[in-house]
C-alpha cells in the first residue's frame, strides 16, 4: 500500500512528534518537492505554469484537508504553491502529515495529465 493510500490518524492525545529516525521512512516516500525544516514539519513548492493551475491545486489541497481536518499552511502566488505541514497538537510530525503530503504529491501528479 502506497503512503497515499494509508489512513490520516491524528496524534493521540500526549504523543510525541517523530523523531528523524522515525519518519526518515515516510519522508523517502515522498517527492523531492518535500524536505523536512528544523525537525519540526514538511514544506514543498509545487510549480505551475500559471496562477490558474497554482489556484486549482490549491483547491484541490483545501479540499483534501477539509475532508481530512489536517490543514495545511498555504502559500499561493503566480505559478507556484507552497505548502507547510505538521501536526499542531504535538507541534511537530507525525505519520499523518506525510500520508497527507503524499495525497497533495498525488493530486500535483494528476494535475501534468
Do not use: Q
Not at 483545501?62 to 499561493?76: F, K, S, T, V
Request: glycine share 6%; net charge negative.
Amino acid at each position: 500500500m502506497s503512503l497515499a493510500d494509508e489512513p490520516v490518524e491524528h496524534a493521540a492525545e500526549g504523543a510525541d512528534p517523530l523523531t528523524a529516525a522515525e519518519y526518515a521512512e515516510y519522508l523517502d516516500a515522498l517527492g523531492p518537492a518535500w524536505e523536512v525544516v528544523d525537525d519540526h514539519h514538511l514544506e514543498a513548492t509545487y510549480e505551475f505554469d500559471d496562477f490558474a493551475g497554482a489556484l486549482a491545486f490549491t483547491n484541490e489541497v483545501g479540499e483534501l484537508a477539509e475532508a481530512e481536518w489536517h490543514h495545511p499552511d498555504i502559500h499561493l502566488s503566480w505559478g507556484e504553491v507552497g505548502v507547510e505541514m505538521w501536526s499542531h497538537d504535538i507541534d511537530g510530525l507525525h505519520k499523518s502529515d506525510f500520508v497527507m503530503a503524499a495525497r497533495m504529491d498525488r493530486r500535483y501528479d494528476a494535475s501534468d495529465d
